[in-house]
């Protein structure tokens, strides 16, 4: 069994103050702490977890996970620490924009997909340019696979070759058998966080090499124009002693009126 | 402009004509621009109870619409299955798709969409071209300014036929357990990880119960297992639209804050002033949140 993971690495934007933001286009993220996309941090676990279940099995999965744009090597060789057989990284060249430096033309990906040719790709749902939610549609469209969205939980099936999906929709968990090869988007996985390894498999980890490959995207330049969010206006405070403020918010909450 | 829509009601099993009838309210109404000249609807029905998402014929048939007229614009409505069928259908006709849509807007040099980007730290507009495919956020609010306005529509009714031949195939359904009634709940609490531990979370559900409103949290918390992910609030979880909403402990990530963009009265409680919650908040108070819920109780 092969599963391959597609996933970004972004800075953590919950960590970049309002004023930053109004540079638009000439942000500069250089010095903000860099994670995993928030869902491809769980479809990276939600692999790992699928791997644990078939060798319970005695079934040998190979896990790869692909990424492009940032890279912090911090991250991509923990991923061999925590049970990653193979990590690529995507050479796209120098970015140059704040928007190229951010986002992935996921395009760039399709050799490496070909080439690897896996039974289950996953990705956050998230991941690829600018919040697009389109690098699952893309590589099931372009490998010719099936695809499915916000999946939350994969485990093995009862015979070989098949997957039981459960997908969280509107209102509901839909638990769907299915064949591979195919695509997984990633939602709200019920294993979100990336798993704790031991400081032994951090340290053999290091020694491990992230696999380069070079291509020359195409144009990922966006005709984006960024406005940033405005706010609702002058806050109100409340002050005074504890019992004070709770009677004044409950009289808040009860009343409902906007201006009192 | 010409726009084409596709209204479907696929998940359930059955036909639910108030459902198709909602998503097409929903869209008319968005698209509710004097320059958007004529709207053919497309609306698909089924021909007997099946899981009808993955079926070939949808996307054919949707794919056939879209063709008759390709330099039309194609809307979704962003629920689950817009956002399915939108996705798939423009990888197959190769058109580029426009995701999570929060407007539409005219400009001097052509029409623009609005989504938020970065985990909703900014708003982008992008050029919409002819041809492309665009598929609505469910947060998307609209004017009602032109109400009254009815664009001309024509409407094609289409009844889908099972094919059998899809790898995928649903074995069980199950309702979320814990979904609430978060998304037009009046009032709602919110906690963050600024209550620190579980035990503190609790305090605020009990507390919520006790006022009999609804309850709510930021993604961190349910990434921490303090409360289930059918309770987030923000671009992961529910958008708001009710009167009063509390949020305690909650720093004002983006991606919350956008679940936020309905209530009426929005009221902070944050240990930090300079914390980014209360740049939306209408009321601010800043104090252990934690002590609150206790007093509240």
Redesign the interface.
Known sequence: MKILVYFNITSD??Y?L?KE?EE?ENLDLAFVKKIYG??DEGALETALRLKDEYKEKNIPVFLTAVTAGLRTSALMTGLYGAGFDEVIYVDTGEEKTFVQK?TVPYSVLMPILKEKNPDIILTGR?SGG?????AA??F???LGM?????GVELHPGKQEGEI?VLC????????????IP?VCSI??ASH??LRMFSLKARMEAKKKKITEVAVSPESAD????????E???V????TGE??E??KQ??H??RR?Q?EE | MNVNIIISDLLEGEDRPEILQQKQKHLLTFLNHPEIEKIHCLILHQSEENDWLFEADVLEKIADFIQQRPEDVTVFYGDYEGMYLGSSVSVSLRKNCHTDVTGVEKWEEGWKIKKRIFSAHMDGYFSLKKGEVVILSPMASFSTENENRIPSIDRTDRTLTKQGKNQTKQIERRKKENRSNLSSAEIVLIGGKGLKTRENFQKLVCLAEKMGVEWGCSRAVALSGWAPYERVVGISGETLHGETCVTFGVSGAAPLVAGLEGIQKLIAVNTDKKAPIFSYADYGIEGDAIALIEELL
């Open positions: 934007y919950d970049v309002d933001w638009k928030c869902f951010e998230m600018l919040d697009e939610r389109m549609p893309e099931a469209g372009k099936p695809w499915l969205m916000d039981l969280e929709q509107d209102s509901e968990y839909i638990l769907y058998r299915q064949k195919f939602g709200n979100g966080v966006s005709d984006v124009i960024f406005q940033t969010k706010k609702k206006g806050c109100q405070w409340m504890k019992k403020l709770a918010l409950k808040l909450i409902g906007k």
